[in-house]
Each structure stands twice: as C-alpha cells, then as structure tokens.
C-alpha cells in the first residue's frame, strides 16, 4: 500500500480502535451482568456483533458477485472475495462464542438446534464458495464461477436469521432485528450497539487492507516458464558404433 492510501486510511483506523475501546469499557464495565444468565452473558457484546458482520459479509457478497456478472468487472469479484473471507472468519467466531456461551447456560457446548445447524451449514457454503475460486488457474473462469455460487449461496442466510421463528428453538430470538424484540436495560443496549459499530468500522479496516493485497496479485505478472539448463541446449554428442572384431 503507498503512502497516500496508508493516510487516507488511517482515520478509519483510528475510528475503529476508539469505538472498540469504548465498546470494551461499556460490555465490562458499564453494562450489568445478565439477572438469569450472569456474567456469561457479556460474550453477547461479541457474539452478536460477529454474527452481524457476517450477515453484512454474506450480503456484500451477493452484491458484488451479481455486479461481477453484470459488468465482468475484476474490481467486483476482488470484492466479493474479500467480504467472503470476513464473513467466515466471523461466522466461525461467532459459533465458537455461542459454544463458550451455551456451556454455563445449556450445560452443554453443543446442540442440534436450527439456528446452530444452519449457521454450521453456512460455514460450510461459504468455504465451499472460497474453495470453487482454487478450482481453476484461470482468472476470468474462477471469478464467473465463484459469482454464481456467491448468489446461489446467500439463500442460507435469511433462514439462518429466521430459523428462531420458523422452528422450535433453544436459541434465544434475535436480539434487535426482530419484529418483537425483547426489552433490554439501556446500559446493555449501548453497548451492544457501540460493539456493533466497532466490529462494522473493524470490518472496512480489514476489507480495505485485503483489496490492497487482492489488486497487487492481479497486478503482478503472470510467472515465467522455467528456462531450460544450459546443458540441455547442447547439442547431443554423437554416437560412435565400432566395428565388431572379426572372429
């Protein structure tokens, strides 16, 4: 990265790390500890965020695949790739904090729950999307064939958020998109919603950096094919056939 986008990209940076000290300060500090659920309930400072970003991830993905398939646009697969990475990477926190999370308060570190299940599944689709993009050292034929599974995946994710209201559910109801939210005292609502801007921020500091590193490798010249030896561009040495002695 040069120098001009190091600067521009600072006060982004700068941004994210204050909101996210706030946030700290505000989930450990200010908010009160759950009446049922007891300290335990601070991961959802965490949880919760890193699952709203891989819906942002997930959903930036769609858009930028279907933008790929439109314009056959490189800058729009770059894109779609670098929201796809975020958005794993946070859907497995997200899993292993409501594993932590759900051992105090299910007494177990895993259940076959709908939304557990179908957040595992999207795991998997998404891995699956990042793997089709190895399938092929051919540039335009990986990016036209990770953006079609880009939007095919997304199916997943409005049942991963509506699987606590389709079925039967341990898993609580979602705690702010939801048509009927549950009350929440304000301490705990700040900070959840400051924890939410901090990993949103978070998210544009790492995309950004990722593009970067995404354009460099499609800038970069295609390697050369390894140059023969020196010794193999000699000519061969002729082959003598000596007369058989007579007997």
């Keep these: ?3 001009a986008a190091t600067r521009s990209g600072r006060p982004l940076g700068v941004a994210a790390g204050g909101t ?3 946030a700290a300060v505000l989930a450990l500090v200010v908010a009160p500890p759950d009446a049922v659920q007891g300290q335990a309930q601070r991961l959802m400072y965490v949880h919760v965020p890193s699952a709203w970003v891989a819906y942002l991830s997930f959903g930036l993905v769609l858009l930028c695949s279907a933008a790929y398939l439109v314009t056959r646009d490189l800058r729009w697969d770059r894109r779609a790739q670098a929201w796809a990475e975020l958005g794993v990477g946070m859907t497995a926190l997200a899993i292993a904090l409501g594993s932590l999370w759900g051992r105090p308060v299910w007494g177990t570190w895993w259940v076959w729950d709908p939304r557990l299940v179908t957040t595992a599944v999207m795991l998997l689709v998404y891995l699956g999307y990042l793997s089709v993009r190895g399938l092929s050292d051919d540039r335009v034929a990986a990016a036209r064939r990770s953006a079609a599974v880009g939007v095919i995946a997304f199916v997943d994710v409005p049942v991963v958020h509506f699987s606590v209201v389709w079925w039967r559910t341990l898993h609580q109801q979602a705690t702010l998109l939801s ?4 009350p929440m005292d304000p301490r705990m609502l700040a900070a959840l919603l400051v924890s939410l801007a901090a990993f949103t921020l978070g998210s544009l500091v790492v995309v950004r950096g990722r593009l970067t ?4 490798r499609d800038r970069a010249p295609a390697p050369e094919a ?5 010794e193999d561009d000699l000519p061969a040495e002729p082959i003598t056939v000596l007369p058989r002695a007579a007997s």
């Design 213 to 216: 590193a995404l354009a460099d």
């Design 20 to 22: 996210a000290a706030v």
């Design 226 to 230: 390894p140059r023969p030896r020196a």
């Design 179 to 182: 048509p009927d939210p549950a």
């Design 1 to 3: 990265m040069d120098g």
